[in-house]
């Protein structure tokens, strides 16, 4: 069963202190896996679409990059307003667009 | 451009009844999906219409049905409530609904039903 798996499920971190979120994924076949940033009671808010192993990308202070078999959201010097759900989903062969998600990082970045 | 918009924002329903929620899609979208998020869980995809067609579902019984209509905004029904369907429901467009499609989907706020 495809699957997408994200941890850790929560993660508090100070203001400048510097972390990443993983996301493993168990998929016949990738197509496209992305990152979403949520906040409480909105809708996902796009970030990055990575297509193959080696792919990397970045904006402000995060950093997307993935592997065979997980990708990883680098936050470098987090501030206060990067606090948010943070939500990985593949788009899988044979799947049609659909997104599978992950449950998400809730990240709090305090002062 | 108007992103994706959709109501109602919040609403309340007891268990049995009968639910709509509407969506626009973002201006030169053809394709709609929806997803139901409950708390704490990532968006489930219930099911997606391109072209005024059903073109994907997920796991999701037939008493969760949808609408698509000629000007691409589209509607989820939900029958027979259960407690259950207490979720967020997301409404997702795209400018492609074909399987070649890999690009961003573009996210509405959502409609926060509570079935008591």
């Known amino acids: 069963e495809d699957q997408v798996t994200q941890s850790p499920e929560a993660l508090r971190l100070q203001e400048g202190e510097s972390s990443s979120l993983n996301c493993s994924y168990t998929?016949?076949?990738?197509?496209?896996l992305f990152w979403y940033r949520q906040d409480p009671g909105k809708g996902p808010e796009f970030l990055f679409t990575?297509?193959?192993a080696g792919e990397e990308k970045e904006k402000e202070r995060l950093k997307a990059t993935l592997t065979k078999k997980e990708s990883f959201l680098h936050i470098t010097a987090p501030k206060p307003e990067d606090s948010a759900t943070y939500l990985c989903?593949?788009?899988?062969?044979?799947?049609?667009?659909?997104?599978?998600f992950g449950t998400g990082t809730q990240l709090k970045v305090e002062l | 451009e108007t992103g994706v918009t959709q109501s109602p924002t919040h609403l309340i329903k007891t268990r049995g009844q009968q639910v709509t929620l509407r969506c626009s899609s973002q201006?030169?979208?053809?394709?709609v999906s929806w997803y139901q998020q409950a708390l704490g869980q990532g968006p489930q995809f219930i099911f997606q219409y391109y072209r005024e067609e059903e073109n994907g579902r997920g796991n999701f019984p037939p008493r969760f049905s949808g609408l698509q209509f000629p000007n691409y905004s589209s509607e989820l029904n939900v029958n027979a409530l259960e407690l259950d369907d207490s979720a967020l429901y997301l409404c997702?467009?795209?400018?492609?609904?074909?399987?070649?499609?890999?690009?961003?989907?573009?996210f509405g706020e959502g409609s926060r039903l509570t079935v008591l």
């Open positions: 997702a467009s795209s400018p492609d609904g074909s399987n070649r499609y890999t690009g961003e989907l573009f």
């Open positions: 990575l297509y193959s």
């Open positions: 201006s030169g979208h053809n394709t």
């Open positions: 998929v016949s076949g990738l197509r496209g």
């Open positions: 989903a593949a788009v899988i062969t044979g799947g049609g667009n659909k997104l599978t």
